[in-house]
């Protein structure tokens, strides 16, 4: 057996054992399993056929439970963002059994809505710590350092678009690119926040993240940068304005450095939208899904779109030879596939996740601790607002990183809150 999975081993097993310390190191060990999930690596091949996701989620919930009793106190206990979710997998379970067409389908991906949701949950009462979630942000950075150190050095390409890189629900081009999407403006929080040589490693993962992400060539991902660019004028207010504006203009600079005329070239749409096959199928698509909603307002099943496609989208499965197409779109695929309630459900998780970061904003303190408080409400918007654009060129439904997202949001509220008391008490103020 070569190094590397050895190491992997070994970091990997002494984490599931630290676990039962603080279930803080299960969910690092989780985190860093998606990020180099061995069935995804040469060198996973050395490694015996586990399922390692899996293995360590459950020793990290059972580790959770053993030792709750000792961890900090949590200062929320509801999030207006956890009610919504919860409502959107009832729902999902009830659409399955009701109206859905394509029922073991169905029931599978209803199945993997109800693990994101205890993943969702698991995140939020393990981290309860400023040093917790500072270590939770550094394991996601080295996430996409890692994967674009692994694009750096042998960058596959398929019709100018990377491939091989990425982890679970996220192995393609659109998928890896949208991780990078989430995952970049929390390296920029931490750069502004960290010490010297968190901005050194920060500055690296940016520089090899964008790199990666520029060889996605993804077209939606890339409409989520420009999006998270012009929310940044939008929220970005005080000292910290300038600091953050100054990180735009060196991180434009270093994008336009690294842009390859594939890149450039696929970017470009001409005034004729319909000359771009993918594009002009997408638009079918969602047609398609609106047409589809009506005939099952109450959604027809999981992968309901998909079934049906040779119905509401004979042209383009003819095209692809027989095989049946998804929606292509994160907010069409929810409206066809779990109604229009499930829609109204999605869309009220995301704006209340929104709500409570803008929340965060406007309560943070104007101590050190607040504005790196301050800055992570930025940055975990940022990232799910450039996530949310890219979802609607792909499907992001079942990808954890739209629940990360919202999951940190309720984490960092926790601490915010903490915080506060913790500084009120110093000064021997009554806590309202």
């Not at 070569?2 to 603080?22: E, K």
């Not at 293995?55 to 200062?75: D, E, G, T, Y």
């Not at 999605?346 to 803008?358: A, D, M, P």
Request: with cysteine; glycine share 8%; aromatic share 14%.
């Amino acid at each position: 057996m070569s190094l590397t999975p050895i190491v992997w081993l070994i970091v990997y097993v002494s984490g599931a054992l630290m676990a039962f310390v603080h279930p803080i190191y299960g969910l690092l060990i989780y985190f860093l399993t998606y990020y180099q999930a061995p069935q995804y690596r040469w060198w996973g091949k050395e490694l015996p056929d586990q399922r390692w996701a899996m293995i360590i989620s459950v020793l990290w919930l059972v580790a959770f439970f053993m030792k709750r009793h000792s961890l900090p106190p949590l200062k929320v206990k509801k999030h207006p963002q956890t009610i919504w979710l919860v409502l959107f997998v009832i729902n999902a379970f009830l659409v399955t059994e009701i109206t859905a067409v394509w029922h073991e389908v169905s029931i599978e991906h209803s199945f993997i809505l109800l693990k994101i949701l205890v993943l969702y949950l698991i995140i939020i009462v393990t981290v309860r710590t400023k040093e917790h979630f500072n270590l939770t942000l550094y394991m996601h950075i080295y996430g996409i350092f890692s994967w674009g150190w692994s694009a750096y050095q042998d960058p596959k390409r398929s019709a100018g678009r990377l491939y091989g890189i990425g982890g679970p629900n996220a192995i393609d081009d659109n998928g890896t690119a949208s991780i990078f999407v989430a995952i970049l403006p929390l390296a920029g929080s931490m750069f502004f926040a960290g010490t010297k040589w968190v901005k050194l490693a920060c500055s690296a993962t940016a520089v090899f993240a964008l790199n990666a992400f520029i060889l996605c060539n993804s077209r939606g991902a890339m409409l989520g940068l420009i999006g998270q660019a012009l929310l940044t004028l939008k929220i970005s207010k005080g000292p910290m304005r300038k600091n953050i504006f100054f990180g735009m203009l060196v991180g434009s600079i270093l994008f336009y450095s690294l842009m390859d005329p594939q890149f450039i070239e696929r970017q470009k749409i001409g005034e004729d939208y319909g000359e771009d096959g993918s594009a002009t199928s997408r638009v079918e698509s969602w047609e398609a899904a609106i047409e589809l909603s009506k005939d099952y307002p109450f959604g027809a099943g999981g992968g309901g779109f998909e079934y049906l496609s040779p119905i509401y989208i004979p042209n383009i499965v003819e095209a692809h030879k027989g095989e049946r197409r998804a929606v292509h779109s994160t907010y069409f695929q929810v409206l066809s596939d779990f109604g229009i309630q499930g829609l109204i459900l999605l869309l009220g998780f995301i704006l209340s996740t929104f709500y409570e970061l803008y929340d965060i904003r406007r309560n943070a303190s104007h101590t050190e601790e607040g504005r790196s408080i301050w800055l992570h409400s930025v940055a975990i918007t940022l990232g799910f607002f450039g996530l949310l654009i890219a979802g609607f060129f792909t499907s992001r439904l079942i990808a954890e990183v739209l629940y990360w997202l919202p999951a940190f949001s309720a984490a960092l509220k926790n601490i915010q809150v903490e915080e506060k008391e913790q500084s009120m008490k110093a000064v021997d103020l009554p806590i309202s």
